[in-house]
Structure formats: structure tokens, C-alpha cells
Nanobody, 128 residues
Framework: QVQLVESGGGLVQSGGSLELSCTAS????????VGWFRQAPGKEREGVSY????????SYADSVKGRFTISRDNAKNTVYLRMNSLKSEDTAVYYC?????????????????????WGQGTQVTVSS
């Protein structure tokens, strides 16, 4: 029933911008937080950004801080990831994930075991 649908990926030149969207449906309650993750070719999946539903608090990986911005539209059940000044190393499949309950004491936002539902991923390719 619960589904996350991502969109907005594509091919861009280095220095360009993209905005990814993650729209949730089928939730029986509000989510605690949504995270964006990415997996580059030959690499493990890593956390990119995170936003809490309750207060809008955000976190970013050091590699994207200052370039990416996460935001939300609660009325539309949508979370966005605005990506500016894209670099070739940003090339990856980007996933959104929803943490419904929170209460992951002793863990961090980028630990993917915290998340209950995942989107299908959307490809972002940045050409040099």
C-alpha cells in the first residue's frame, strides 16, 4: 500500500542543476523523516540529505552541503532535493526513503536501516 515515487533525474552537464521529487502515497500516518540516498557505480549507497516532518530540521552529507537543498510540501506528501553545482561525482541512482516511526536511539540519520520504505530510484548522470 505504501509507495514512494521518485522523479526528476536525468543527464546534466557539470555545474548544472536538477530537482528530484519524492511523492508518498498510502501512508496511514505522517512520516517521521525522509532521507535521500544515492548509489554511485561500484560504490555502496550513502546518505545525501534528510528532513524531519515535525520541525523541518535537515541534515546533509559533507559532500553536498552548500550545493543541495532538501525541502518538503507536506500538503502534497512530497519531498524535494534541489541539486545545484552538480559534479561528475554526483552521478548516481538517487533514492528517497521514509522513516515512519523514528525512535532510532543511538543511530544516525544516514543509517539506512532506519528507513521503512524506499523508492525505486532515479538516475542522475553528470557529464564532465
Amino acid at each position: 500500500q505504501v509507495q514512494l515515487v521518485e522523479s526528476g533525474g536525468g543527464l546534466v552537464q557539470s555545474g548544472g542543476s536538477l530537482e528530484l521529487s519524492c511523492t508518498a502515497s498510502g501512508f496511514t500516518r505522517d512520516y517521521y523523516a525522509v532521507g535521500w540516498f544515492r548509489q554511485a557505480p561500484g560504490k555502496e549507497r550513502e546518505g545525501v540529505s534528510y528532513i524531519r516532518s515535525s520541525d523541518g530540521s535537515t541534515s546533509y552529507a559533507d559532500s553536498v552541503k552548500g550545493r543541495f537543498t532538501i525541502s518538503r510540501d507536506n500538503a502534497k506528501n512530497t519531498v524535494y532535493l534541489r541539486m545545484n553545482s552538480l559534479k561528475s561525482e554526483d552521478t548516481a541512482v538517487y533514492y528517497c526513503a521514509a522513516d515512519l516511526l523514528g525512535a532510532h536511539y543511538g543511530s544516525h540519520w544516514y543509517e539506512e536501516d532506519n528507513y521503512d520504505y524506499w523508492g525505486q530510484g532515479t538516475q542522475v548522470t553528470v557529464s564532465s
